[in-house]
């Protein structure tokens, strides 16, 4: 267990913290709960992989954690605590000068989050500008420097380029330019290298880890469906469900072997386990977020639970130093 000077050096070195964070959306349907109490920190020096599976509120909660929540949705409880500040009880011309500025965002869509009527470059210029006191060819020679630093091939030629005429590997270093352009001491990068082969993925993400290295930046979020990319790039992985932390720990521990049971079929069928696999896809869909069931919210699907896992919700708890685990059967399973 973690003693209390072991615990102050942590506290000192968080850079983020999210705490119990839930969110809805409510719709003709009903309402759909998206994030049930998500809890994690952000240390400093650190790349943190959050993994989970499509439908697991990994991009609410980017836009959570920095106060921007799209209708229909509502944050209905937590915190996110940034330089001793709840962010989720600022005012918008406060958030102003943290988003972009201070936390930068990497989006999983990039030709969504790009205007397509204007060039990149001068997209990339008029962030800068919106943050600094800068003239206008200042701020464009700054873009292009962003741009130059991602590795695009004929970087000026991309700076004067519409979206439309860009790949999507060239569309997400050009986002990736837009995020680090003002030097954030915070980067969530949310599914940075979705819908790109596996070669233009890695050099995306060593493009990325080689910025967020040389710009100094003090903690960085890695949301992704990759356990591989969380294995080579990440330190700690927090593992969701459901909108729910369900393991957080050290990429090393959690390789040498996960505690919680749907992070044991996570990681068995990410090496290829088929008879895991076949398990894994025989237990039926996620639970309905329109109706979430009570107690654990992986009971229906896990094959070690009792009968406390179908009336309380288990908390998360720590099992080590810097490991948590939401199970009542946790010590059973270590």
């Not at 500025?101 to 060039?119: D, H, Q, W, Y």
């Not at 701020?139 to 991602?150: F, G, N, S, V, Y």
């Not at 990736?176 to 082969?197: C, K, Q, R, Y």
């Amino acid at each position: 267990m973690m003693d209390g000077n072991n615990n102050d050096t942590l506290m000192s070195r968080k850079v983020l913290q999210a705490e119990n964070i839930s969110a809805e959306f409510t719709t003709r349907a009903g309402t759909s709960r998206v994030l049930n109490g998500m809890s994690f920190a952000c240390h400093r020096d650190e790349m943190v992989g959050l993994v989970g599976e499509s439908g697991s509120g990994k991009t609410v909660l980017a836009g959570v954690l920095v106060n921007n929540i799209r209708r229909p949705g509502r944050i209905v409880d937590g915190a996110v605590i940034y330089k001793s500040k709840n962010l989720l009880e600022m005012g918008e011309d406060d958030l102003l000068s943290i988003r972009g500025r201070e936390i930068g965002m990497i989006v999983a869509k990039s030709f969504t989050a790009l205007n397509p009527l204007v060039r990149v470059g001068d997209q990339i210029a008029n962030i800068y500008q919106s943050h600094f006191n800068v003239t206008k060819k200042e701020a464009e020679e700054a873009a292009l420097e962003a741009i130059k630093a991602t590795g695009i091939n004929d970087p000026v030629v991309r700076f004067r380029a519409y979206p439309h005429e860009l790949s999507g590997g060239m569309a997400k270093r050009i986002i990736i330019a837009a995020a680090l352009v003002t030097e954030p001491t915070f980067v969530i990068a949310d599914e940075p290298t979705s819908g790109l082969d596996v070669t233009i993925q890695a050099q995306v993400l060593d493009s990325m880890m080689e910025l967020i290295s040389e710009k100094k930046t003090s903690g960085t979020l890695l949301m992704t469906r990759d356990l591989g990319i969380i294995a080579q790039y990440c330190t700690q992985v927090i593992v969701t469900y459901a909108g729910q932390v369900l393991e957080d720990t050290s990429v090393e521990r959690f390789f040498q072997g996960p505690v919680h049971p749907y992070c044991k079929l996570l990681l068995a069928s990410s090496r290829l386990n088929q008879s895991v696999a076949h398990e894994y896809a025989q237990m039926g869909p996620p639970p309905d977020k329109f109706n979430l069931p009570r107690g654990c919210l992986f009971r229906e699907r896990c094959l070690a639970k009792v009968g406390i896992c179908g009336n309380e919700p288990p908390p998360l708890l720590q099992v080590d130093q810097g490991h948590y685990v939401r199970c009542w059967m946790k010590d059973e399973l270590i």
